[in-house]
């Protein structure tokens, strides 16, 4: 316990130097396992993330005016490096998109950054990555071709989505702001207008720092959350939905009459320093849910919830005229992987919620952020916390 409270005394203190919202640990949440010093997917070395965020206008809805809450996402693999990475995918409930994975599962490589978006900015994005590709010379060959890997969620509840706000600026923008260390969470990002639970959610992020034999790794998460009903939030075993049942979480003033409770998405991100072939990556992005399923999440009809995963190790395993050799950890040390999997997925979505303010969109909408003082009153209710 002294050991719990010294570390989330040290994470508000970092909260506060690098200018970040409030994290879950920082208010109370416990969580099982071991962070690194981040926090973040940034923890495994060489990833780095970058952001566009766009929050303008306000009051009715005008198509193409506004109001507008919605971003871009971008996390690379290996920074500004053009090396491709071992990397697997997995879906829960495809009421979603996530291109570029049909190449992933043939060749067991991810070959371009990842980018997260709104629904309908998919294209967008994708163009606009393969323009950036041009643009830094990221590809040095005369000939090349790539299937850039794009992932969304529907942010129609807040943001006017068929105004089409995302720009291919704003791609290059979150590519060239890529940066590794704190990441901001919340309302950021794609995760912009997203909510969570029944509550704003969008952009989080955690880490788990594992031993196995006598090497050290790690594994990093990224999620844009935007997926469940109130009903089923659990925090730290608690269920905080339930509680809070009569608490205000959103307000709909216009909104599409198909709209049903626990529609949205969630897009998952998992970064790794461990010797991991695709199939292995592919075990690890299929532990998602259970992550998912700790705080809420029933992969609803109506939710896309897509993850990828990848391995930062084996740095000469593209090779496209050389045979090549390559580390592979074997599948009996594989569950602390797992596990650290789960746990950093939980923490991330939460995280995402504490970070995340309340907001109002087009047409009045208003989403509720999470209501901090009434959750960790509860977690002390249930004897989670003291």
């Known amino acids: 316990?002294?050991?719990?409270?010294?570390?989330?005394?040290?994470?508000?203190?970092?909260?506060?130097?690098?200018?970040?919202?409030?994290?879950?640990?920082?208010?109370?949440?416990?969580?099982?396992?071991?962070?690194?010093?981040?926090?973040?997917?940034?923890?495994?070395?060489?990833?780095?993330?970058?952001?566009?965020?766009?929050?303008?206008?306000?009051?009715?809805?005008?198509?193409?005016?506004?109001?507008?809450?919605?971003?871009?996402?971008?996390i690379l693999p290996r920074g500004r490096n053009n090396n491709p990475v071992y990397a697997n995918w997995y879906s829960l409930n495809g009421n979603g998109e996530m291109t570029g994975t049909t190449w992933i599962t043939e060749s067991g490589f991810l070959e371009t950054p990842i980018m997260i978006t709104n629904t309908n900015s998919v294209g967008v994005v994708r163009d606009a990555v393969l323009k950036w590709f041009v643009k830094t010379g990221w590809y040095k060959e005369d000939f090349w071709y790539t299937y850039p890997v794009v992932a969304e969620t529907y942010d129609g509840?807040?943001?006017?989505?068929?105004?089409?706000?995302?720009?291919?600026?704003?791609?290059?923008?979150?590519?060239?702001?890529?940066?590794?260390?704190?990441?901001?969470?919340?309302?950021?990002?794609?995760?912009?207008?997203?909510?969570?639970?029944?509550?704003?959610?969008?952009?989080?992020?955690?880490?788990?720092?594992?031993?196995?034999?006598?090497?050290?790794?790690?594994?990093?998460?990224?999620?844009?959350?935007?997926?469940?009903?109130k009903k089923n939030l659990t925090i730290a075993g608690v269920p905080v939905g339930k509680e809070l049942k009569d608490t205000m979480n959103y307000e709909l003033k216009a909104a599409p009459s198909y709209r049903q409770e626990g529609d949205g998405s969630i897009i998952v991100v998992v970064a790794t320093d461990a010797p991991l072939l695709p199939h292995q990556l592919k075990r690890i992005a299929a532990r998602v849910p259970l992550g998912i399923g700790i705080v809420g999440g029933r992969g609803e009809n109506g939710s896309g919830d897509i993850f990828i995963?990848?391995?930062?190790?084996?740095?000469?395993?593209?090779?496209?005229?050389?045979?090549?050799?390559?580390?592979?950890?074997?599948?009996?040390?594989?569950?602390?992987?797992?596990?650290?999997?789960?746990q950093a997925v939980e923490e991330a979505i939460i995280n995402a919620m504490v970070a995340a303010e309340t907001m109002e969109g087009i047409n009045g909408n208003k989403a509720y952020g999470l209501p901090?003082?009434?959750?960790?009153?509860l977690l002390k209710k249930y004897n989670r916390i003291k």
Do not use: W
């Open 157 to 229: 509840f807040l943001n006017d989505i068929y105004g089409f706000h995302v720009k291919e600026s704003n791609a290059y923008e979150a590519l060239d702001s890529a940066k590794t260390g704190f990441l901001k969470e919340g309302n950021v990002g794609g995760g912009t207008g997203m909510m969570c639970l029944g509550f704003k959610g969008g952009t989080g992020t955690s880490s788990r720092v594992i031993k196995i034999k006598d090497s050290t790794y790690t594994v990093g998460v990224l999620v844009q959350s935007n997926f469940g009903s």
């Open 1 to 74: 316990m002294k050991y719990l409270k010294s570390l989330c005394l040290l994470l508000l203190i970092q909260s506060y130097i690098y200018g970040q919202k409030p994290r879950a640990r920082d208010i109370g949440i416990p969580f099982n396992g071991t962070p690194g010093k981040f926090n973040a997917i940034t923890d495994v070395k060489g990833v780095e993330v970058g952001y566009s965020t766009i929050i303008s206008g306000e009051g009715k809805n005008i198509r193409g005016k506004g109001p507008a809450r919605t971003g871009v996402t971008a």
């Open 372 to 377: 901090h003082k009434l959750v960790i009153d």
């Open 309 to 342: 995963a990848f391995s930062t190790a084996n740095q000469a395993a593209f090779q496209r005229k050389d045979f090549t050799k390559v580390d592979e950890l074997p599948n009996d040390l594989i569950n602390p992987l797992f596990e650290a999997t789960v």
